[in-house]
């Protein structure tokens, strides 16, 4: 894969193919064979209308509706008006990356060849992602699907405001200015851009692309602190850990054993303490079962992302085919897969939250009160503490299923709803919070190993270490915390832990 041109249609995509697109602006194209089905499904569509046979979405109303039928030029109102009657979404707008990364799942959706949809409106989605046009789409309003893909199929008609060029635009304005025009629709195209579970979909490759990154974190920052808390290392003994043969809990233990790899502090404060508290000595069990859960969520967001899932489906040839009504917009698995990652990102920030109370801590960790010299006319960073609770605090509420809150809608023909689209967007604020929490946590076990001395650090602390110190200075007398947290939170948000310090 090359993160300048990805080509769609020839094999399986995966989130970190959505997260180019989405975030590193790589161009993304289809190849012929995926227009070759595309096509084909178009011609199955004409021959529908063609016939009069009634399909569902095609010559008919849609969900409570299915059963009044359309014909001739009202099969194209129809979906001008599904895309104007299904944009009602409220709240403050997406993020232009998670807009993209909902339109790169949607295009990945229709490459299968399934859905029916006209070339014309797969390219003007294509031609929204490689000319830098991102509608704004309002975020609250979905319990599934629906409200979002509407707002961006508008921009395709010219309606609406997009992000363009550095400012917000009127649609029709950003499309004249490339040179496209706005598109056509016909038959079933308004139902294709509304339904399935792209918008669930694309939202959850963009979180696997955070919480991926922060997991590693989590392991460079944790070892950090194990060591300004001189942990007993025997707990991470590869021996001991291979009794517990959970994948993630032993390449967390790898990861730890690197990082602290050479510790003359570590080796000093062998005997110590006869064990240590839960939240020093569990970070490979802590941060290992996250981790399992992280990959059971990959493999269930990237099977859905290769999916065909609207509905109706469309099989076969113009000459043998059919048009099925089934259920694969409803979108469980990632719902349930979303709900999971919400849970490993609370239980990442909740252990973490807990070895920053134990760094400010003096009854505990044995460093000076809230880590600073003169305590008492400098409070020091006791009250970083208190944010990274009200942080915890907020994803332990976040980290509630949204899956199980379920409503009926449409007349009681949708009585069973995935709220995918709502557990992703509350994994994504979870996912602002851990970075926080993170970056708080790398502070503190930063200054605190300004007191045992960086020089006897591991390989892989004494490195972290020296790689936050490039932009924020130790901590020698109060001053303004918050541009320090900023910053460390912007160092966890832009990049991975720098090649050699997980990977040896």
Known sequence: MSLSRIICGDGPLGWRDVSAVARRGARFLLSDSAWARIDNARAIVGRVVASGERAYGINTGLGALCNVALRDEQLGALSRNTLLSHACGVGPALREDQTRAIICAAVVNFSQGKSGIQRGVVQGLLDLLNHQITPQVPSQGSVGYLTHMAHIGLA?????????????????????????????????????????????????????????????????????????????????????????????????????????????????????????????????????????????????????????????????????????????????????????????????????????????????????????????????????????????????????????????????????????????????????????????EYLLAAQALEFIGPDNCGDGTRRAWALLRRDIPAYTVDRWLAPDINGAARLLQRDHPPAGLLDG
């Open 156 to 440: 395709l008609l010219g309606i609406g405001e997009v992000d363009y060029r550095g400012g917000t635009c009127a649609a029709a304005d950003a499309l004249a200015a490339e040179g496209l025009k706005p598109v056509q629709l016909g038959a079933k195209d308004g139902l294709c851009l509304v339904n399935g579970t792209p918008c669930m979909t694309g939202l959850s490759c963009l979180a696997l692309d955070d919480i991926v990154r922060l997991a590693d974190w989590a392991d460079v920052i944790g070892a950090m602190s194990f060591e300004a808390l001189r942990g007993q290392a025997d707990a991470f003994d590869p021996e001991i850990l291979a009794l517990k043969p959970h994948p993630g809990m032993q390449l967390v233990g790898r990861h730890l054993r690197l990082m602290i790899n050479g510790s003359k502090n570590i080796i000093a404060s062998r005997g110590l303490r006869t064990q240590d508290a839960l939240s020093i000595r569990s970070i490979p069990q802590i941060h290992g079962a996250c981790r399992d859960q992280i990959a059971h969520a990959q493999r269930h967001i990237d099977i859905e992302l290769n999916s065909a899932t609207d509905n109706p489906l469309i099989l076969g040839t113009p000459d043998n085919f059919r048009v099925i009504s089934q259920a694969n917009p409803h979108g469980e698995s990632v719902a349930m897969a979303a709900d999971l990652l919400a849970v490993a990102a609370a239980e990442l920030g909740g252990v973490a939250e807990r070895r920053i109370d134990r760094l400010v801590n003096p009854l505990v960790s044995g460093l000076p009160p809230f880590l600073v010299g003169e305590p008492g006319v400098n409070s020091g960073m006791m009250i970083a503490q208190y944010v990274a609770a009200a942080l915890t605090g907020e994803n332990r509420q976040l980290a509630q299923p949204a899956v199980v809150n379920n409503f009926v809608t449409s007349g009681l023909q949708e009585d069973h709803l995935s709220m995918g689209t709502g557990a992703a967007l509350k994994l994504h604020r979870s996912l602002e919070n851990l970075i926080k929490i993170l970056a708080i």
